[in-house]
């Protein structure tokens, strides 16, 4: 592509402080990415597409160019925008000139499915010591940040470089786009609406769930009742259930909700029968209720490919759980 050398020139006086301006970015918004679990993207725009950004004769002068530098936020669920957005306005400068274009702000006709990601043009904060007299400077570089659902980055990625890329100018590949974006804002709709449209959904009864489901219940109501110190509460319930499920189906292939009625019995039995005091806060939920299993003779080791995570903390508690080495998780590289 062939580009002015007026462009080439200002682009090359300006690069190198839209990187420092880059940088500075990414090490504050990849920080809130790892602490929330939001997924990052950036880049600094190409000459190439500065030069076609020009030619669209949108932008009056070289200021108006407000994403030299952008990168994207992406978001779980739309629920988590405003969080983002508020993070974005304490750390950086909004006013006066750069602005939040929130989704939906532009009005599109109902049947129009289009890009509309919410979208922060924004500086780095002045300092008060800093002169700024100076247009080249790294706090008058407007940047953009773009708050991306998961879904609406990933039909971004997908479709961009199929449709807007491709040498062809195709009304096919153009509706086919504009469907998947439909089918994308109709997933977040969803999302928001989770707890709602799930009520509405026909149950099933599954007997593995409704299995999971009674030792979810009958374990939230040990701690709802202060029968188990709140330091043993698992960090995702869903998963401790499935772990001992999956501990006490290795044992016995075929287990219904009698059975599961039983194991519960036991563990509540034993739990009410231990002062809260001898309760061990050294152990994990699942250890705690794993020696209990074993001294119920309701899981035997050892059990086929299947690894106890025994430590010394355990053993030291329960110095007679006589497991056999080749049955415990070992912290040493076998390799």
Same mark, same amino acid.
């Given at each position: 592509?062939?580009?002015?050398?007026?462009?080439?020139?200002?682009?090359?006086?300006?690069?190198?402080?839209?990187?420092?301006?880059?940088?500075?970015?990414?090490?504050? @918004?990849?920080?809130?990415?790892?602490?929330?679990?939001?997924? /990052?993207?950036?880049? +600094?725009?190409?000459?190439?597409? @500065?030069?076609?950004?020009?030619?669209?004769?949108? &932008?009056?002068?070289?200021?108006? @160019?407000?994403?030299?530098?952008?990168?994207?936020?992406?978001?779980?669920?739309?629920?988590?925008?405003?969080? *983002?957005?508020?993070?974005?306005?304490?750390? &950086?400068?909004?006013?006066?000139?750069? !602005?939040? +274009?929130?989704?939906?702000?532009?009005?599109?006709?109902?049947?129009? /499915?289009?890009?509309?990601?919410? !979208?922060?043009?924004?500086?780095?904060?002045?300092?008060?010591?800093?002169? %700024?007299?100076?247009?080249?400077?790294?706090?008058? +570089?407007?940047?953009?940040?773009?708050?991306?659902?998961?879904?609406?980055?990933?039909?971004?990625?997908?479709?961009?470089?199929?449709?807007?890329?491709?040498?062809?100018?195709?009304?096919?590949?153009?509706?086919?786009?504009?469907?998947?974006?439909?089918? *994308?804002?109709?997933?977040?709709?969803?999302?928001?609406?989770?707890?709602?449209?799930?009520?509405?959904?026909?149950?099933?009864?599954?007997?593995? +769930?409704?299995?999971?489901?009674?030792?979810?219940?009958?374990?939230?109501? %040990?701690?709802?009742?202060?029968?188990?110190?709140?330091?043993?509460?698992?960090?995702?319930?869903?998963? /401790?259930?499935?772990?001992?499920?999956?501990?006490?189906?290795?044992?016995?292939?075929?287990?219904?909700?009698?059975?599961?009625?039983?194991?519960?019995?036991?563990?509540?039995?034993? *739990?009410?029968?231990?002062?809260?005091?001898?309760?061990?806060?050294?152990?994990?939920?699942?250890?705690?209720?794993?020696?209990?299993?074993?001294?119920?003779?309701?899981?035997? /080791?050892?059990?086929?490919?299947?690894?106890?995570?025994?430590?010394?903390?355990?053993?030291?508690?329960?110095?007679? @759980?006589?497991?056999?080495?080749?049955?415990?998780?070992?912290?040493?590289?076998?390799?």
């Amino acid at each position: 592509m062939i580009y002015p050398s007026i462009l080439e020139r200002k682009y090359n006086e300006y690069l190198p402080f839209v990187k420092v301006v880059a940088e500075r970015v990414k090490s504050t @918004l990849i920080n809130l990415c790892e602490n929330k679990g939001y997924a /990052f993207s950036s880049r +600094i725009k190409s000459i190439e597409s @500065l030069a076609e950004k020009i030619e669209t004769g949108r &932008f009056k002068s070289w200021s108006d @160019l407000d994403d030299l530098f952008a990168c994207t936020i992406i978001i779980p669920t739309l629920s988590h925008e405003e969080e *983002v957005i508020k993070f974005c306005q304490d750390v &950086f400068e909004i006013k006066p000139k750069p !602005r939040i +274009i929130k989704r939906g702000q532009h009005k599109k006709s109902p049947d129009t /499915f289009k890009f509309d990601s919410t !979208r922060i043009y924004t500086q780095l904060k002045k300092e008060d010591s800093i002169d %700024l007299n100076n247009e080249l400077n790294i706090y008058n +570089i407007t940047f953009e940040i773009q708050v991306k659902s998961s879904f609406e980055h990933a039909w971004a990625v997908s479709t961009h470089d199929l449709v807007y890329k491709s040498p062809e100018i195709d009304w096919k590949r153009l509706r086919l786009a504009a469907q998947i974006k439909a089918n *994308v804002e109709q997933l977040d709709t969803l999302i928001l609406a989770f707890e709602q449209t799930s009520a509405i959904i026909q149950e099933n009864d599954y007997p593995e +769930i409704k299995i999971k489901n009674k030792l979810a219940r009958e374990i939230k109501n %040990l701690f709802e009742i202060g029968k188990l110190p709140n330091e043993l509460k698992p960090k995702d319930m869903n998963r /401790f259930c499935d772990n001992l499920y999956r501990l006490v189906i290795t044992t016995n292939k075929e287990i219904n909700n009698q059975e599961i009625q039983k194991i519960i019995n036991v563990i509540k039995t034993e *739990v009410q029968a231990t002062s809260f005091a001898q309760i061990p806060r050294s152990l994990s939920l699942f250890q705690y209720f794993l020696t209990i299993l074993i001294r119920h003779k309701i899981v035997e /080791f050892p059990i086929d490919k299947y690894y106890y995570h025994i430590t010394d903390e355990l053993t030291t508690h329960y110095p007679d @759980l006589n497991i056999g080495n080749n049955s415990i998780f070992s912290y040493n590289d076998d390799s």
